[in-house]
């Protein structure tokens, strides 16, 4: 299992931008397929975005396509999800995770190792 620790939540209004990072602890993401998901309260969570190990492919969940950008380093130690257009339904706990799989992964049950989440608060 990978360590894996979130960065760059917190509160803003509508229309703000943010940029979320995950990182792992003393070794590189780059052997695997990422993926960011978000939980809302008493919600399950869900699928925001996924990158493959060369970032040559993506994917995202259709209410955050054009407002969010998933992307990973070179060095591979490092994904991001830029946020742009914050909306108040985009609040939640947002995670990155890990999968050995080489497809783009939307599944939670798919992703093996996950991060203790970072919380995202919109206000209208």
């Known amino acids: 299992q990978v360590q894996l620790v979130e960065s760059g939540g917190g509160l803003v209004q509508a229309g703000d931008s943010l940029r979320l990072s995950c990182a792992a602890s003393?070794?590189?993401?780059?052997?695997?397929?990422m993926g960011w998901f978000r939980q809302a309260p008493g919600k399950e969570r869900r699928f925001v975005a996924s990158?493959?190990?060369?970032?040559?492919?993506?994917n995202y969940e259709e209410s955050v396509k054009g407002r969010f950008t998933i992307s990973r380093d070179n060095a591979g130690y490092t994904v991001h999800l830029q946020m742009n257009n914050l909306k108040p339904e985009d609040t939640a706990v947002y995670y990155c995770?890990?999968?050995?799989?080489?497809?783009?992964?939307?599944?939670?049950?798919?992703?093996?190792?996950w991060g203790q989440g970072t919380q995202v608060t919109v206000s209208s």
């Open positions: 995770a890990t999968t050995r799989r080489s497809w783009l992964e939307m599944r939670p049950q798919a992703y093996d190792s």
């Open positions: 003393r070794r590189t993401l780059a052997p695997y397929v």
């Open positions: 990158i493959t190990r060369d970032s040559a492919g993506t």
